[in-house]
């Protein structure tokens, strides 16, 4: 066989190997397109694609903690209503004059005790996730309507607000309403990712793994470039660089770190795959199970700031159904209902869709009811393809 006719194999192997991890982006660029139709290309205008970022930056946020107590073979109902808890106690928080860095990490240790809370009784007492966060959510649920007295809590000035709505700026870098920080810092995280596809490349090369071939890497690059370059110049024409995007960036960076390049990552996954086995082999499953539900609530508590941020105030009905954009965002990002099998790009594309079907909707004027029955397809779908492709792959 020619070295021509072996490439043309290796790439379409590849492909086909690959194809469930990618499916889920080509799934985006079709409904954003569909969408686009629909909607008179609205959909791409510059304020649009801020305000996805900016109102559905709580799930993202919410769903890169998801994927972790999924994988691990749990589940936490809980999260939006210790959303609305922590967004009151922050409120309150912040109307002593303290200022939103102590309001911040007030929320981020009340989110964190809350998660050793839940994760206790699910990593010690043995007690299912599903029933002790479905106390959780009734609990904490009970709790805000009695610290809040059922009333909206409202902030003393707009200085929440900021983290979830506000733009960050370089002084004189805006000129004739083009907000040049976005782009340059788009043009930063393009050469950061070329350097880290590099680098991970000649480690490959260097422990003799299999790699991509040259084509493939350098499609690869070519798209997320555009990709990245053509969200800075949206950003750049609006209001510049949310917020909140710096937030959500940094939040996925570690955590994708976490779990592709640390011992506790490669726990989480083998505790999810098989908990007897991890155990077996001398893994501490209990104390896995603990953290993980620790960082559940420390990214429930940010997600909680960004939230009541967004709000303005805290609501005490806050929160509701935001676990279940959260696990939805999960599964139609590729995350194994069995567990053993995710990871947080996957989960943050599949935010992505729901978001950008939840905008195209409300685009095209659709009514909330007509809302979840879409939704409701789409997470049962989801579901399928992923029992189906795994029971095809011989993994059940």
């Known amino acids: 066989m020619s070295d021509e006719a072996r490439g043309k194999t290796s790439i379409s192997a590849l492909i086909k190997s690959n194809i469930r991890n990618y499916s889920m982006f080509i799934i985006l660029v079709l409904i954003l397109i569909v969408f686009g139709f629909l909607t008179n290309w ?25 994927v972790q107590v999924i994988i691990i073979g749990g589940i936490d109902l809980s999260v939006g209503s210790v959303c609305a808890f922590v967004g009151a106690i922050s409120a309150m928080v912040y109307n002593t004059g303290v200022g939103m860095p102590v309001t911040l990490l007030a929320a981020l240790v009340m989110g964190l005790v809350i998660g050793m809370f839940q994760g206790a009784w699910i990593a010690y007492a043995n007690i299912p996730a599903f029933i002790v966060t479905l106390a959780g959510m009734l609990l904490f649920r009970g709790l805000t309507y009695i610290i809040t007295k059922v009333n909206p809590i409202a902030l ?3 200085g929440y607000k900021q983290m979830a709505s506000g733009s960050f700026d370089i002084p004189g870098l805006e000129i004739n309403g083009f907000h040049f920080t976005a782009l340059i810092i788009g043009l930063l995280v393009f050469v950061l990712f070329i ?17 991509s071939p040259a084509p493939i890497m350098l499609g690869k690059v070519v798209i997320v470039g555009v990709l990245i370059l053509s969200l800075s110049q949206r950003f750049a024409t609006y209001r510049g660089l949310p917020v909140v995007v710096i937030v959500l960036a940094i939040t996925i960076l570690v955590f994708h770190f976490m779990m592709k390049n640390t011992v506790l990552g490669r726990y989480i996954y083998a505790v999810g795959g098989n908990a007897r086995s991890a155990k077996l ?5 209990e104390l896995i199970v603990f953290i993980v539900f620790c960082i559940m609530g420390v990214l429930t508590g940010l997600a909680a700031v960004v939230s009541t941020g967004y709000m303005n105030s805290a609501l005490p009905q806050a929160g509701n159904l935001f676990e279940m954009d959260a696990i939805a965002a999960c599964y139609i990002g590729g995350v194994s209902a069995s567990g053993g099998i995710g990871t947080v790009v996957g989960v ?10 939840n905008n195209g909707m409300s685009l095209m004027n659709l009514g909330q ?3 979840y029955v879409v939704k409701a397809i789409i997470l049962l779908l989801a579901v399928f393809y992923d029992v189906y492709s795994r029971r095809k792959a011989g993994l059940g």
């Open 156 to 158: 003393k000035d707009d």
């Open 369 to 371: 009811h007509y809302q």
């Open 42 to 66: 609205i959909n791409f205008s510059s304020r649009n694609i801020s305000y996805i970022f900016i109102q559905y930056s709580y799930v993202l946020i919410l769903a890169v903690g998801m």
């Open 281 to 285: 082999s001398g893994i501490n499953s």
């Open 195 to 211: 350097a880290a596809e590099i680098i991970t490349r000649r480690s490959r090369i260097k422990n003799h793994f299999d790699i």
């Open 348 to 357: 943050i594309v599949g935010a992505l869709v729901m978001s950008a079907i």
